[in-house]
């Protein structure tokens, strides 16, 4: 009888071991800029759910030391109570900086589902300058390894994924933009000045107040309204930032609700992912620098009431498939045997009638042969005492 019950026992246990949960985690940047830490669980039963306990979590984040003074700020969003512990260390090459669950145990916050990723903190690379490689150390990195316990069951996350190429430090978007604010009814308005439009990093809760010089904005995907214009329409006004951007996705038309002078004033950088179109009207100054990453990432549009402004202060970088697209308006047609003349300047900077600028050359217009006479101004004929040759074609 022992024996039958010692054999029960021992297949009892089997069972057990062979239904266990398998578990990955990985570090990836997120939309925002920050640094995120995910899990997921890929195989067993009984995935967390919020009437789980979660009795146990620990890991450590790690990067080489020859990137210098790099330092792990602290937790800016997590539901599941993390901390950072103490200050980093070093092994192997590399610093890290572990963290744990700083209230075991609690409830799980939310219900998992498997093989998807869930992100349980979201955080700032702190001091330093550059980009590098951020990732979760494996079990065998550190003696306290990487671990989260369900239930009082604990069980070693596999390392799946690292954050290549993030730059730091990182900046903390402060105010994300949600269009949730009222809708005036006018043109369509959502007003970049409406606190009801904006929210924090870590809570879907209204701001209620616009983003000052100081705010870092940015402009998520997936959204059904997006910044129109800086206060109630057709009102004149000046929006506000320090750093903006504006993810992949997302396409903010600015200026479109008014016909007035509207002015966005970036003290920062800006990085677009999406599209930023600045209508007739409206006026967008970048203190800092301007990073354009999509194609047509910036369109200044003009018409009968006139063109839009875009300047940067800084440097403008084009990255992977970036471009600009600045348009000129001109009106008018003229009837058999007569003609029109414009004159026409350069709607972006060029620096010299050589061409070396960023200008645009006649030759880059659709110029018609023809049926258009289009002239260039050759200065060099000036200056060489030619003034009849002064104008080419």
């Known amino acids: 009888m022992k024996k039958n019950l010692f054999l029960t026992l021992m297949l009892s246990s089997f069972a057990l071991l062979s239904i266990g949960q398998s578990f990955e985690i990985r570090t990836t940047e997120g939309d925002e800029g ?6 997921r669980e890929t195989s067993g039963t009984g995935t967390p759910q919020t009437s789980d306990q979660l ?19 602290n937790v800016i969003c997590s539901s599941y109570e993390i901390t950072k512990s103490g200050t980093r260390s070093v092994q192997g090459g590399y610093y890290y900086q572990e963290y744990y669950a700083d209230n075991t145990p609690f409830a799980f916050p939310e219900n998992w589902t498997q093989n998807i990723w869930v992100t349980i903190a979201k955080m700032e690379v702190g001091t330093g300058s550059g980009t590098g490689t951020f990732e979760i150390g494996d079990n065998a990195f550190v003696p306290t390894g990487v671990n989260i316990g369900v239930n009082l069951v604990d069980y070693t996350p596999t390392v799946n994924g690292s954050a290549t190429n993030l730059s730091f430090p990182t900046v903390v978007y402060d105010y994300v933009w949600t269009g949730a604010g009222i809708n005036t009814g006018f043109q369509n308005e959502f007003s970049w000045g409406q606190g009801a439009n904006w929210k924090g990093t870590c809570s879907d809760t209204p701001l209620g107040a616009a983003p000052s010089v100081g705010s870092n904005c940015y402009i998520p995907a997936g959204l059904s309204n997006y910044p129109a214009n800086v206060n109630a329409a057709f009102m004149a006004g000046t929006g506000l930032a320090n750093n903006v951007r504006i993810a992949s996705g997302a396409s903010v038309n600015f200026g479109i609700a008014t016909n007035v002078s509207e002015l966005l004033n970036i003290s920062g950088d800006l990085v677009v992912d999406g599209t930023l179109s600045i209508n007739p009207k409206s006026f967008i100054t970048v203190t800092g620098s301007t990073t354009i990453n999509s194609a047509e990432g910036i369109v200044v549009q ?3 009431s006139g063109v839009g402004s875009f300047i940067d202060n ?19 047609a003229a009837g058999a045997g007569s003609f029109y003349i414009h004159q026409v300047g350069p709607t972006v900077d060029d620096e010299g009638y ?7 050359d006649l030759s880059a217009f ?24 002064g104008w080419k074609n």
């Open 34 to 39: 920050y640094l995120y830490v995910q899990m």
């Open 55 to 73: 009795s146990d979590l620990v890991f450590q984040i790690k990067w080489l030391s020859s990137l210098g003074n790099v330092d792990m700020g």
């Open 302 to 304: 003009a018409d009968a």
């Open 314 to 332: 800084g440097t403008i970088t084009y990255g992977g498939s970036g471009s600009a697209k600045v348009q000129t308006y001109l009106s008018n």
């Open 354 to 360: 050589s061409g070396s600028g960023t200008g645009a």
């Open 366 to 389: 659709n110029v018609a042969s023809g049926s258009t006479y289009a002239y260039y101004w050759d200065e060099s004929e000036v200056l060489s005492g030619d003034n009849d040759q």
